[in-house]
């Protein structure tokens, strides 16, 4: 038996399926959670005082002479340049950094390169690049960044390697192959433990919860927030940061800073941006509600089908999601799994006859629909539709005492969920402001939005979309064979033409928006194929069979290269993650002078929609109206509210987040000019971005 140990583990399918989960989980810790310095490929070397010179010189085939530093690299991590430049010229105005002298290309700049193992200077290369000289520790060397193609190039300043690439790779194989076994053997025990202790837990239930976990992880792994990513998050993403870091800084809702989110939202973005310091805690608690929805999604469909579809139904399902949550932070994200949940407790209504929910169901259905409304309001369509069903069934049987019994707990549970909200509103005196930001604005957002018959169509017309429809469609014809779940059918088509009608409300076409109808599409998917299924029983024919496997198979093409979102975008998107200094690098010169020329306990403004201002010079803003557009646009107030509190404050700095703004609105944009004009001094002016301080500050 010994001889044929890994033959058997490997034809056994729950073995073989851990062996493939342990094996991807440690090339995840291999190759993303293992520190580049960890391996100590090379010997860590002193700081080096590095100098660059544009020689002014070209090839025959270059267009100009000049040079670009993109970033450094120092053992796997990325930095910016100006915080390592000892001495020289170059010009920050750019979205590089490039030195010039009367245009000339012929400067020179000194970096000191901190110590470090492997260690390289990134430069831009492209068909406008030069000849540059690097000199370094009595070396002198002349490289060519030409390329024709937009590139980089790593001139490598690393220590003395102790070993080559061949043996970094096979020292990373077999830390892939030691931590492959290591997890596989936890599992193992704990699929032992499990059958053990919790018999109605099976093993093939768990190996659906480590797929959803990669799954998960795949899903979010882009965004911008998250911790291999090193571009900025911006809007609307970067306003929440702002949010988060605000209110860990003190600032309450509603009364210090203006936004039309929920207060719950709020909480999570500073909960968020507390557990690290940074919002790439934010990213964390992503993660978590995108496992927890689809986790929730497979146990709802679990109870219908066999392990294989319900999984495939949550991984199709929710694949849209790196699509619509749009690079990640936005508030349908964490309102996700909470509909998911009431999703999944309004399915266990009709686990069995005589259809109804327990006490602790329906109080959780309520703490569920409080905690979504207090996030965004158009999130809660689900608990409508479900909850009037429910009531209408319930009156159908002329069951009184269950509708009242019903409507109490649920509303006990609403009350409960939305108590500590009233408490914090109320000491915080913010309840005034609370009422007029979250519901009276939100319904001038709405009543001025763009086409809803437009947005219906954009939503719904895609290809889940599309198979959901021909899921009804199908579901009528057979509806012999599907009587006993009519009941179910009703209500979830009612469920889903409702959540599509929420997410079309403002009629805007953001894909965020969208992102409250995933956890309806692996539902939908299981009645497709489950109705697929009883027509390929149903036939006899086997020329029928083959068209229908033809349909089946455009199916899985279509979905392949769906133009709303496939994994093959999905994929080809994270080369987002890599470091890319175009990527809002005026967001970073301008937030350092900011940083530089103010104390951290002076304020500043952002006139358009910008957060990331705010957070990256870490300075707070001087008016509650952080950002200006849209709102100005569905609240004609706010303008001379705004221009009030800056006139008022005098913030120490104004930037400018896009010049087009201002023009739009022309008599808005030409009274902060004048107000500029009259008490600030430019400072940049790049990209339709500027940076004005205070007068008194900069003479």
Not at 197 to 213: G, P, Q, V
Not at 445 to 467: D, P, R, S
Not at 664 to 687: A, P, R, T, W
């Amino acid at each position: 038996m010994n001889e044929k140990n890994i033959l058997y583990l490997l034809s056994d399918k729950l073995n073989a399926m851990l062996i493939m989960i342990s094996i991807l989980l440690s090339c995840l810790f291999t190759f993303l959670c293992v520190p580049s310095k960890a391996w100590s490929q090379y010997k860590i070397s002193e700081p080096t005082q590095i100098r660059l010179t544009a020689l002014g010189e070209k090839n025959g085939s270059s267009k100009y002479s000049q040079i670009t530093i993109d970033h450094l690299e120092i053992d796997g991590k990325s930095y910016d340049i100006p915080d390592y430049v000892e001495s020289g010229k170059w010009n920050d105005d750019r979205n590089d950094l490039t030195w010039e002298d009367n245009k000339a290309y012929t400067g020179s700049i000194v970096l000191n390169i901190p110590s470090g193992g492997e260690r390289k200077i990134v430069f831009s290369t492209s068909v406008y690049r030069g000849l540059v000289k690097i000199e370094y520790n009595g070396q002198q060397k002349v490289l060519d960044c030409y390329s024709p193609n937009d590139y980089f190039y790593k001139f490598d300043i690393s220590g003395d390697a102790r070993y080559g690439a061949g043996i970094l790779y096979i020292l990373k194989l077999l830390c892939v192959v030691f931590v492959s076994i290591i997890i596989f053997c936890i599992f193992k025990k704990l699929f032992e433990y499990t059958g053990k202790h919790f018999k109605n837990i099976s093993n093939w239930d768990i190996i659906a919860l480590l797929w959803i976990f990669l799954f998960s992880l795949f899903c979010v792994y882009s965004n911008t927030d998250s911790p291999w990513s090193q571009l900025i998050p911006w809007t609307d993403s970067d306003n929440f940061i702002y949010i988060g870091w605000a209110m860990s800084k003190g600032q309450i809702p509603y009364v210090d800073f203006f936004d039309h989110k929920g207060l719950y939202f709020f909480f999570i973005e500073c909960l968020g941006y507390r557990l690290t310091n940074s919002y790439v805690g934010i990213w964390i608690l992503e993660w978590l509600s995108v496992f927890i929805a689809q986790l929730l999604s497979y146990f709802t469909i679990r109870k219908y089908t066999n392990f294989a579809i319900s999984l495939f139904g949550v991984v199709i399902g929710y694949t849209y999601t790196i699509f619509y949550l749009s690079s990640g932070n936005y508030i349908e994200t964490f309102t996700m799994p909470w509909i998911a949940l009431g999703i999944y407790l309004l399915g266990k209504y009709f686990d069995k006859k005589p259809y109804q929910l327990n006490n602790l169901q329906i109080f959780i259905l309520g703490v569920s629909f409080m905690v979504a409304m207090m996030m965004r309001q158009n999130s809660t369509g689900i608990w409508f539709v479900g909850c009037y069903f429910i009531v209408m069934h319930q009156l159908a049987k002329n069951r009184y005492i269950n509708i009242l019994r019903y409507g109490l707990i649920f509303l006990f549970g609403a009350f409960v969920a939305f108590l500590p909200s009233l408490i914090y509103l109320v000491i915080n005196n913010a309840w005034k402001d609370f009422i007029g930001t979250y519901w009276i604005f939100n319904f001038g957002y709405v009543a001025g939005g763009g086409n809803k018959l437009y947005a219906i169509k954009y939503f719904g017309l895609t290809l889940l979309g599309i198979v959901v429809v021909v899921g009804a469609v199908l579901s009528i014809i057979n509806r012999k064979k599907l009587a006993r779940y009519s009941l179910q059918l009703t209500m979830y088509y009612c469920l889903y033409g409702f959540s599509l009608l929420f997410t079309s409300m403002s009629g805007y076409t953001w894909q965020h928006y969208a992102v409250i109808m995933l956890p309806l599409f692996p539902i939908g998917l299981l009645i497709f194929i489950t109705n697929i299924n009883i027509l390929y029983n149903t036939l006899s024919s086997s020329t029928v069979k083959t068209i229908l496997n033809c349909i089946l198979g455009f199916l899985i093409i279509g979905f392949l290269f769906d133009k709303n979102g496939n994994l093959l975008r999905g994929i080809a998107g994270m080369n987002m993650l890599h470091y890319n200094s175009y990527n809002r690098y005026t967001v970073k010169v301008i937030s350092r002078r900011i940083r530089e020329k103010t104390n951290k306990d002076q304020k500043i403004s952002v006139v358009g929609n910008f957060g990331a201002y705010y957070w990256e010079s870490k300075r707070l803003s001087i008016s509650k109206y952080f950002y200006q557009n849209p709102l100005v646009s569905v609240n004609s107030n706010i303008k001379d509210k705004y221009l009030d509190d800056i006139k008022k404050g005098m913030p120490a700095a104004i930037v400018v987040g896009g010049t087009d703004f201002l023009e739009e609105y022309g008599d808005f944009g030409n009274e902060i000019n004048d107000f500029l004009n009259s008490y600030y001094v430019m400072d940049y002016n790049q990209e339709k971005q500027q940076l004005y301080f205070r007068k008194d500050i900069v003479q």
